[in-house]
């Protein structure tokens, strides 16, 4: 399932909020999607403004320019 929502990002990934580390300005989510952790910062306000908290289903919306790989 995707957002009902117009989004040029492709990559819409759903997911568990797991932890919560809020920072003085911005907080550090790990999303646990599929058994494999996303890393979102977002500021503290977004946080509040969503009322997210642990154990939240939400969306990674990942949208990027490049992405690079390296061995």
Do not use: F, Y
């Not at 040029?8 to 911005?26: D, E, H, P, W």
């Amino acid at each position: 399932m995707k957002l009902n929502v117009a989004l040029s990002a492709r990559n819409q990934l759903q997911g568990t909020i797991k932890v919560i580390k809020m920072g003085q300005t911005t907080s550090h989510l790990k999303i646990d999607i599929g058994g494999h952790i996303v890393t979102s910062s977002v500021t503290n306000e977004a946080v509040e403004e969503l009322a997210l908290k642990v154990g939240d289903t939400v969306w990674a919306i990942i949208k990027a320019s490049d992405v690079m790989i390296a061995k």
